[in-house]
């Protein structure tokens, strides 16, 4: 039986060759293509990058080092699938901003001189103060004293 790093530097083997020929061919390519194959690109090497963080289990191991050309198997299998890149892209765009927000927050009502509006959002817009809760917000002088 093959041992686990036998299979690990057969499948290495195929997918840096497979990786570089990829790459040679890429750079005879204009940059209309290269930007239509964006994503190609960029998944190409993510796979190759997997293939060499040794994660795979041993059945998966044990397929791939049959395979002369991994990196356009896994590339194509993966094409089966919804691609919910965006959805990763949004959910880390959300998560930055709100996080960013909540810093800029913290470090904001750290100071105790810092202007406070003490009512809910939904009184502000009650009695029609969304403007001061902005200015609140954005760190400008308001007065602690509204009605």
Do not use: W
Request: net charge negative; proline share 3%; with cysteine.
């Amino acid at each position: 039986m093959i041992h686990t790093d036998e299979l690990y530097r057969k499948i290495y083997e195929n997918a840096e060759k497979e990786y570089t020929e990829y790459i040679t061919e890429l750079k005879e390519k204009d940059a209309e293509y290269l930007i239509d194959h964006a994503y190609e690109i960029a998944a190409m090497y993510d796979i190759f990058e997997i293939f060499k963080s040794e994660c795979l289990s041993l059945p998966a191991l044990t397929e791939y080092a049959k395979i002369e050309h991994p990196l356009r198997s896994a590339y194509t299998y993966t094409l089966k699938f919804d691609d919910s890149r965006m959805e990763e892209l949004k959910d880390f765009i959300l998560k930055f901003g709100e996080e960013t927000s909540e810093r800029k927050a913290n470090r904001f009502y750290q100071n105790p001189d810092s202007p406070r509006y003490n009512k809910s959002f939904g009184k502000a817009v009650e009695y029609d103060e969304t403007d001061i809760v902005k200015d609140v917000f954005l760190g400008k002088e308001v007065f602690n004293d509204l009605p």
